[in-house]
């Protein structure tokens, strides 16, 4: 499914949210390690399965420490919406789209 099919939206996924989440991930990564989000590449195309959304999810979570602004923690809300929704689906996955 697209970002469209599942959300009934019309956006172009690789602006929704990215920008939140890039300098959300560059904040956590200066102070911890996360196991699956350090993991995602900058200049390319990251995919999580539904099998990964266990660990994830509270790598996702952790992140609410670094918010700063409202937007940042709507934008963090609306990922870990979509991870939960990727975790009962095995044809779904969550994907970070690099520059």
Do not use: K
Request: glycine content about 8%; charged content about 25%.
């Amino acid at each position: 499914l697209t970002y469209a099919q599942l959300t009934g939206e019309d956006e172009d996924p690789q602006d929704f949210v990215g920008a939140s989440i890039t300098v959300l991930l560059h904040r956590a990564l200066g102070d911890r390690w996360l196991t699956h989000l350090g993991l995602i590449f900058d200049w390319g195309t990251t995919f999580f399965n539904m099998m990964q959304m266990t660990d994830v999810i509270p790598e996702l979570e952790v992140l609410r420490e670094y918010v700063e602004a409202p937007n940042e923690l709507d934008d963090l809300q609306e990922v870990i919406r979509l991870a939960r929704e990727v975790r009962g689906h095995p044809e779904l996955f969550l994907v970070f789209y690099g520059d």
